[in-house]
């Protein structure tokens, strides 16, 4: 059996999906096709710079667009990406360091070129120019998108994509949570990835108002930080569904299910919290319900009668 890449999974959107906007990064939006184009000539690029099968490409960016143009670039040229965070931490050194080369965005440049005289890698910067950096380019390695990654655009991974759904990208696309269930798991569905560089209540919710966002993925901070900044809102998104990285505190996750009138899920592998019964003054544990949706498999929590 042949192994597909894992670039499969923007490639088969590209075709299924083409002219659904995959990416929103402020005013710029970026359809499915646009992106596998985007990605297929950064890989391109990439071969250029001396990336071949199998090498990892190190790359360093917030959650801006060119995040998953280069992640899935990396993977369209056959190389394995390797995200290492942002804001850099001390781990970041120990990633980049068996890495063929590092990407970095213009506005981790500082940092891109601590880790790179660091780890002793090569340098590639990739996004807005910002005056003249004497460090190469990616998009200058960019020619024409190679003819033929080895892809099947007609596998679909999941059960049933929902391409109907606007996702809110608040976590660091550079962790391992962020990957699998914003970036991969959005990519898989079909849906839209509204992208959010630095989170705060207020600015999230804005955001998901304007753009009618109608699935949130986030921490339990992050959670906390939206009930806050809901209290002084009369609007709020009509969240279709929420995934949690990990079991939210029984108050928590009630009082946001009630107040947005939602569900939350908890990612696969993480324990279920208890769900509070009112009329028994007790806990009981929380009717578990396997999620397929937008690649995360999970657990769904319903509300308790009468909450």
């Not at 960016?61 to 850099?88: E, H, I, K, S, T």
């Not at 993480?270 to 929380?286: H, K, T, W």
């Amino acid at each position: 059996m042949t192994a597909l890449s894992p670039a499969t999974v923007l490639a088969g959107s590209a075709h299924r999906h083409a002219d659904t906007v995959a990416v929103v990064d402020g005013r710029v939006r970026v359809t499915y096709a646009e992106l596998w184009l985007d990605a297929r000539c950064y890989g391109a690029g990439l071969r250029a710079a001396g990336v071949r099968d199998g090498d990892a490409v190190a790359l360093l960016a917030p959650n801006v667009v060119d995040f998953p143009r280069v992640y899935y670039g990396a993977l369209a040229a056959g190389a394995v990406a390797v995200p290492v965070g942002v804001p850099v931490a001390p781990q970041a050194v120990h990633l980049a360091r068996d890495a063929r080369l590092l990407v970095c965005h213009t506005s981790q440049l500082t940092a891109g070129r601590r880790v790179s005289a660091r780890v002793g890698v090569p340098l590639l910067t990739v996004g807005p120019t910002r005056g003249a950096s004497g460090v190469p380019r990616l998009e200058d390695l960019c020619d024409t998108p190679p003819g033929g990654t080895a892809t099947d655009p007609d596998l679909d991974p999941v059960a049933e994509p929902d391409g109907t759904d606007v996702v809110l990208g608040c976590l660091p696309l550079g962790g391992r949570f962020g990957q699998a269930v914003a970036l991969t798991g959005t990519f898989q569905a079909g849906a839209t990835l509204v992208l959010l560089s630095r989170f705060t209540g207020p600015a999230a919710l804005d955001l998901m108002l304007r753009e009618e966002v109608t699935v949130f993925h986030g921490t339990s901070a992050m959670y906390a930080a939206l009930l806050d900044a809901a209290r002084e809102r009369r609007a709020l998104p009509r969240l279709r569904r929420c995934v949690s990285r990990a079991p939210l505190p029984p108050s928590l996750r009630q009082r946001f299910t009630i107040t947005f009138d939602t569900v939350v899920e908890v990612a696969e592998g993480e324990r279920a919290s208890p769900v509070p019964d009112p009329s028994a003054g007790r806990s009981r544990p929380a009717r578990r319900i396997r999620s397929r949706r937008l690649g995360c498999h999970g657990e769904r929590y319903r509300r308790s009668p009468g909450s």
